[in-house]
C-alpha cells in the first residue's frame, strides 16, 4: 500500500514536471564550432539552469532545421519559438536590416556598437510588428576579400565568380564586375570544391569554417563592415513563459551579447592566425584597392539612402552623432 502511494507520488510529480517543462527549438545557420553557435550553447545552458530546467532550448547548427533565409519566417509563424539570423540578409524587405551591410560605414568594433545603438530603436519596433523581439546581436569580425587572384585594384575583380551571402554582397559583385551567385555558409565548401564561386567577401571567421584555404590563398583584409547575427524570439512564446522563466531568457540574452561582442574580437584575431597557419595569405590592400573599394561603399551607402527614405537617413545622422 505505501509503495503504490510513493509511486503514485513519483508518477504525479514526473507528469507535473513534465508538463512544466517548455521546449523551444533555436535554428541556427553556422556550424556548431563557430563562436556564435557557441555562445547559443552557452544561452541556452544558462537559460537552463536559471529556469531549474524548465525551460530546454535545443540549438540546431548548421542551417539543419532551417536554411538561412527562412529563420526569420519560421520564428514569426511560430515553427521555431527563436532563432539566430544574418540581419543583412533581410535587406530587401526594409533597408535597415541592411545597415550593417554598407561598406565602411561601420567599419571597426566600436563604430559596429555605436551603428547598432542607433539600429536597435528601429528594429525592436519592426520585429515588434512583426509579432517577434529581438533578444540580442553580436557582429561578425571584419569582412575581407577572398580571391584566387592578385588584386592591385578592384578592376581586376571583373570576372570572378563571386559567392555572395546577401543583397549587399551582390551589389558590390556587380559594381566590380564580377558575377553574383548566392551562396549560404552552409554550402559555401561545396561550392569552392566545384568551381562554382572563386571569391567572395566575409570574415576570417567564416574562411577558416568553410576550410577557403583549401581553394582559395589570398584575403584582402579590407575591413569593410561587420554584419550582425541577431536572436530574435516569437513574442507569443515568450509571453507564454512565466515571469521567472521569461526574466531568465532575458537575462541570459544580455549576458550572451555582452559575450559575443568579446568573442568576436578575439575570434578576429585568433581566425586570422589559424587561417596563416593553414597557408593563406593575408593581404593588406594597396591604396588603390582601398580606394576603388571605399567608392564601392560610398555608391552603395547613396543607394542606400535613396530607398530607406527619411527613417534610414534619420538612422545614420544618429549613428554619426555618437
Ligand atoms: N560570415 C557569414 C556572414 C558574415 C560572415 O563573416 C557568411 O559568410 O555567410
Redesign the pocket.
Known amino acids: 500500500m505505501k509503495l503504490k502511494l510513493a509511486l503514485a507520488v513519483a508518477a504525479f510529480a514526473l507528469a507535473t514536471q513534465v508538463s512544466a517543462q517548455t521546449k523551444w527549438d533555436l535554428p541556427a545557420a553556422y556550424p556548431a564550432s563557430n563562436f556564435h553557435t557557441e555562445n547559443l550553447v552557452q544561452f541556452a545552458s544558462d537559460v537552463d539552469k536559471a529556469t531549474g530546467g524548465k525551460l530546454k532550448i535545443t540549438v540546431h547548427a548548421n542551417a539543419s532545421l532551417f536554411k538561412a533565409p527562412e529563420i526569420k519566417r519560421a520564428v514569426q509563424g511560430g515553427q521555431a519559438q527563436i532563432g539566430e539570423i544574418?540581419l543583412v540578409n533581410f535587406e530587401n524587405e526594409w533597408k535597415i536590416f541592411g545597415a550593417d551591410g554598407i561598406p565602411f560605414l561601420a567599419d571597426s568594433y566600436d563604430e559596429s556598437m555605436k551603428l547598432y545603438k542607433a539600429q536597435k530603436p528601429l528594429l525592436d519596433k519592426k520585429l515588434g510588428e512583426q509579432g517577434m523581439m529581438l533578444l540580442y546581436a553580436v557582429p561578425?569580425?571584419p569582412?575581407g576579400i577572398y580571391t584566387k587572384r592578385t588584386l592591385n585594384s578592384a578592376a581586376d575583380m571583373k570576372g570572378l565568380k563571386w559567392r555572395a551571402?546577401s543583397p549587399a554582397t551582390a551589389r558590390i559583385a556587380e559594381l566590380v564586375g564580377a558575377q553574383p551567385v548566392t551562396v549560404?555558409?552552409a554550402e559555401l565548401s561545396q561550392a569552392m570544391a566545384t568551381g562554382v564561386v572563386d571569391s567572395y567577401m566575409?570574415?576570417g571567421?567564416?574562411g577558416y569554417d568553410t576550410k577557403t584555404y583549401e581553394h582559395i590563398k589570398n584575403w584582402y583584409d579590407t575591413q569593410a563592415w561587420l554584419?550582425k547575427n541577431a536572436v530574435i524570439v516569437n513574442k507569443a512564446a515568450f509571453d507564454a513563459l512565466d515571469k521567472a522563466a521569461q526574466a531568465a531568457v532575458l537575462k541570459a540574452g544580455a549576458e550572451a551579447e555582452a559575450r559575443g561582442w568579446v568573442m568576436s574580437k578575439k575570434v578576429n584575431t585568433d581566425m586570422i592566425d589559424k587561417l596563416k597557419a593553414n597557408g593563406m595569405n593575408i593581404i593588406t590592400p594597396s591604396a588603390q584597392l582601398k580606394t576603388d573599394m571605399k567608392k564601392v561603399g560610398d555608391t552603395m551607402l547613396k543607394e542606400w539612402l535613396e530607398k530607406a527614405g527619411p527613417e534610414g537617413q534619420q538612422m545614420v545622422d544618429a549613428y554619426r552623432k555618437m
Open positions: 544574418l561578425w569580425p569582412q551571402y549560404q555558409a566575409s570574415s571567421s567564416t554584419p
